[in-house]
């Protein structure tokens, strides 16, 4: 009997240290899933705002390291901060400095501003879209599989590029609700 119980110790043995083994592969897939996630593929909006407006999504691409489609949606993320902050026809200026600003507002991650629904006419509609706006860019560069602290050194890249394509006081206009 002692001879029969070693054997079977030995089997139990081997049949768990399998099953340890056996659980090795997926984890390490899911990790390499999680990397895979790090870079979102790019959506047919992103690919379509990175051709509508090469210049700018080629410098911020560049200031951010990170690929066309990401700064694209990064731009769409803050522009729709700025047009959650700003009076229509405020907005419309720096819609105009901006070639695809349609296709790049489209790039954003969904609900970016986390003001939609507060930008109302009231005053209180106005300091909700204020207060949620950059925190809500953040979240935006996270879902792109940016760096939410990225947002400070987009901000100059676009408010740069608005100064140079539409004048200095549509650059300051930017400047002033990205703070």
Same mark, same amino acid.
């Given at each position: ?6 054997? *079977?110790?030995?089997? @139990?043995?081997?049949?768990f240290?399998? *099953?340890?083994r ?9 990790? /390499?899933?999680?990397? /895979? #996630? ?6 047919? /909006?992103?690919?379509? +705002?990175?051709? !509508? $407006?090469?210049? @700018? *999504?080629?410098?911020?691409s560049? =200031?951010?390291?990170?690929?066309? =489609?990401q700064?694209a ?6 522009f729709?901060?700025?047009?959650g902050?700003? #009076?229509?026809e =405020? ?5 105009? !400095?901006v070639?695809?600003?349609?296709? %790049? %507002? $489209? ?8 003001a ?11 300091? !909700?879209?204020s ?5 809500? +860019?953040?979240?935006?560069?996270? #879902?792109?599989? @940016?760096?939410?602290? %990225? *947002?400070?050194? !987009? ?7 608005? $100064?140079?394509?539409?004048? +200095? ?9 990205? #703070?």
């Open positions: 009997m002692t001879r029969q119980s070693g054997i *079977v110790g030995i089997v @139990l043995i081997v049949t240290g399998g *099953v340890g056996a659980q090795t592969p997926p984890a390490a897939a899911k990790v /390499e899933s999680q990397a /895979e #996630k790090k870079v979102p593929a790019a959506t047919a /909006e992103a690919t379509a +705002a990175a051709k !509508a $407006s090469p210049d @700018l *999504v080629g410098q911020l560049k =200031e951010l390291g990170s690929t066309p =489609e700064a949606g990064a731009a769409g993320a803050l729709d901060v700025a047009k902050r700003l #009076k229509p =405020e907005f419309s200026q720096i819609s105009a !400095a070639p695809g600003m349609p296709s %790049l %507002l $489209s790039a954003a991650p969904a609900a970016t501003s986390g939609k629904g507060a930008t109302g006419t009231s005053g209180l509609g106005k300091m !909700a879209g207060a949620m706006g950059l925190a809500g +860019a953040a979240s935006a560069f996270s #879902k792109l599989g @940016l760096d939410p602290k %990225l *947002v400070s050194k !987009a901000v100059p890249v676009l408010t740069s590029f608005v $100064s140079k394509s539409g004048g +200095a006081n549509v650059g300051n206009l930017l400047a002033g609700v990205l #703070k």
